[in-house]
């Protein structure tokens, strides 16, 4: 893994089913995320996807492409926007940063950022390590 590096992925469209069955897995059961005329009543337009479904777009963005070699030791995300139904995903990732922890282990940082419909969803960061035996390279 180099600087420079770059990750892509489309999730979506985001549908109202996904959404119920992300609250079921998570036991987050918020109306605003299911119920259209309570989400319009909170003032917050129509239903919208739960932040950390998007952040879990993310995870996915970083891990399937490094899971051969390396794993995701650290991730965070701010959420920009509400990810509704019916909207495409589109994330992006780059490697800004590949460097020696204090065990002289490679690790790298990558910004991500996920957008959709022109505007921004999610931006964030993910600290990404080697599998043990292969602690010099990533």
Not at 14 to 19: D, H, L
Not at 79 to 92: A, H, K, T, W
Not at 100 to 107: A, G, L, P, T
């Amino acid at each position: 893994m180099q600087v420079g590096d770059k990750f892509f992925l489309s999730k979506g469209p985001v549908t109202t089913r996904q959404i119920v069955m992300y609250a079921g897995a998570s036991g987050d059961f918020n109306p605003i995320h299911y119920d259209h005329f309570v989400a319009v009543k909170a003032g917050l337009g129509g239903v919208m996807a739960h932040g950390m479904l998007s952040m879990g777009f993310a995870a996915q963005l970083i891990a399937d492409p490094i899971s051969a070699f390396g794993w995701v030791k650290e991730i965070r995300a701010r959420f920009v926007s509400p990810v509704r139904p019916g909207d495409l995903i589109e994330l992006n990732g780059v490697v800004v940063e590949v460097f020696k922890n204090q065990y002289e282990q490679c690790e790298a940082r990558i910004e991500i950022n996920a957008s959709a419909d022109g505007r921004t969803v999610l931006l964030g960061a993910a600290l990404v390590a080697p599998h043990a035996g292969l602690s010099q390279t990533l």
